[in-house]
């Protein structure tokens, strides 16, 4: 198995570009999340989906978008780029079953808006 | 104040002491407590897992939740020099919600 995997591992935009980020995973999780690292903090959460169809917003969702069409991949969109996200983005999964619950995060993308 | 405190250091310790790491939390709400290690330019990955207060033992580390207190630790017992890296402390409230994170904690483990 991959795990997570995330492209591009990195990225410089322009002030309003636009660019997806995109997650896939093959572990077969239901829940997805995304999440950004500033420097010096701990990660913020985005967006997150608890299944194909489903997703809902985190602690800091202005500015991005998700879809969830299939089990495995979980998307981020960025319309309209601004020097404010400029991050470090991670993509989780995690399962559903009973007992200890495990996020696995992928490599990240590291995005510079100038 | 913010949800999940935690002092981002660094921390700076000889190899082979223990090394206790903390975050205070205000959100009586949390009861799943982890512990993640991030080394430089990579993603977290998942040291340890409590659920509620007690304390949890794996190998080396040690993770003590008190719910009373709103305070979680990990303890490293004879740190390596390839513990070095930045442990955060997430927990959440409701099982497979999102996590909340500390901004982490620098530790550097001198050989």
């Known amino acids: 198995n991959a795990g997570v995997t995330q492209t591009p591992k990195f990225r410089i935009l322009k002030i309003g570009q636009s660019m997806t980020l995109q997650c896939t995973q093959d572990?077969?999780?239901?829940?997805m999340y995304w999440y950004r690292q500033d420097p010096g903090m701990g990660l913020k959460l985005i967006y997150y989906?608890?299944?194909?169809?489903?997703?809902d917003k985190g602690e800091v969702p202005n500015g991005y978008n998700v879809s969830r069409s299939t089990t495995e991949d979980f998307p981020l969109r960025l319309e309209l780029a601004a020097p404010s996200q400029t991050s470090v983005y991670f993509c989780a999964s995690s399962y559903t079953s009973w007992g200890e619950e495990t996020q696995y995060f992928g490599p990240g993308t590291r995005l510079l808006v100038l | 104040q913010k949800e999940v405190e935690q002092d981002p250091g660094p921390l700076s310790v000889p190899e082979g002491a223990i090394v206790s790491l903390n975050c205070t939390y205000s959100?009586?709400?949390?009861?799943?407590f982890m512990w993640y290690r991030q080394y430089s330019r990579k993603g977290p990955e998942l040291l340890m897992y409590t659920y509620s207060s007690g304390n949890k033992e794996d190998g080396r580390f040690t993770a003590q939740v008190d719910k009373s207190s709103k305070y979680i630790s990990l303890f490293i017992r004879d740190s390596q020099p390839s513990d070095s890296a930045t442990y955060l402390c997430a927990m959440r409230a409701i099982r497979l919600d999102g996590l909340t994170f500390g901004k982490g904690t620098h530790l550097i483990i001198q050989p």
């Open positions: 572990m077969n999780h239901n829940y």
């Open positions: 959100n009586s709400a949390f009861q799943y």
């Open positions: 989906s608890v299944g194909a169809g489903i997703t």
